[in-house]
T-cell receptor, first 115, second 109 residues
Framework: NAGVTQTPKFQVLKTGQSMTLQCAQD?????MYWYRQDPGMGLRLIYY???????DKGEVPNGYNVSRLNKREFSLRLESAAPSQTSVYFC??????????????FGPGTRLTVL | GQQLNQSPQSMFIQEGEDVSMNCTSS?????WLWYKQDPGEGPVLLIA?????ELTSNGRLTAQFGITRKDSFLNISASIPSDVGIYFC?????????FGQGTRLTINP
């Protein structure tokens, strides 16, 4: 039982390049989330998927797209990377609504640098 | 958008000391959570609070849900080296969590 896995762990891009961050969970959770973490800013929600087949914008969605490929996988795509997107990206999952929502399990993060 | 103000931003203490940190908001939350993030890892849930006035403990950690539902407090007693990390408060809005900026705890042995 690996929990939440993310690939890659590190990535360096040039401005304008595109890439997809992958996330998978093996806990049969309904909900999945993408956050970015910047120094002094805490975690900010980019997009989330409450259930398979649905996605919704979070606090900072501009410049990103997501795909809930199936119940296990939730990917984050940067179509044209910008230096402002240099950050640590975390994927998380939770069981669903109600109290179980609170226990969000986080992946180890992807450290992205955009030059 | 919603904002949580967490303080202090950083703490430097001696091993064995008690630690207190808090989180305030201009909005009411029905659930308050406290997470800890170790270096290079994702956050892990420490304590969840569901009722105003609730006081909950998890080992040496104690957290309280403020009466106004606009604040929460976390205390760590008798700190040890493994307590080092960043502590985040989070408030729940519908299906989403809003996180504070974090308190970075450093412990001098």
């Amino acid at each position: 039982n690996a929990g939440v896995t993310q690939t890659p762990k590190f990535q360096v891009l040039k401005t304008g390049q595109s890439m997809t961050l992958q996330c998978a969970q093996d806990m049969n959770h309904n909900s999945m989330y993408w956050y970015r973490q910047d120094p002094g800013m805490g975690l900010r929600l980019i997009y989330y998927s409450a259930s398979e087949g649905t996605t919704d914008k979070g606090e900072v969605p501009n410049g990103y797209n997501v795909s809930r490929l199936n119940k296990r996988e939730f990917s984050l795509r940067l179509e044209s990377a910008a230096p402002s997107q240099t950050s640590v990206y975390f994927c998380a999952s939770s069981g669903g609504g109600g109290i179980s929502l609170d226990t969000q399990y986080f992946g180890p993060g992807t450290r992205l640098t955009v030059l | 958008g919603q904002q949580l103000n967490q303080s202090p931003q950083s703490m430097f203490i001696q091993e064995g000391e008690d630690v207190s940190m808090n989180c305030t908001s201009s909005s009411i939350f029905n659930t308050w959570l406290w997470y800890k993030q170790d270096p290079g890892e994702g956050p892990v849930l420490l304590i969840a609070l569901y009722k105003a006035g609730e006081l909950t403990s998890n080992g040496r950690l104690t957290a309280q849900f403020g009466i106004t539902r606009k604040d929460s407090f976390l205390n760590i007693s008798a700190s040890i080296p493994s307590d080092v990390g960043i502590y985040f408060c989070a408030g729940r809005i519908a299906q989403k969590l809003v996180f504070g900026q974090g308190t970075r705890l450093t412990i001098n042995p």
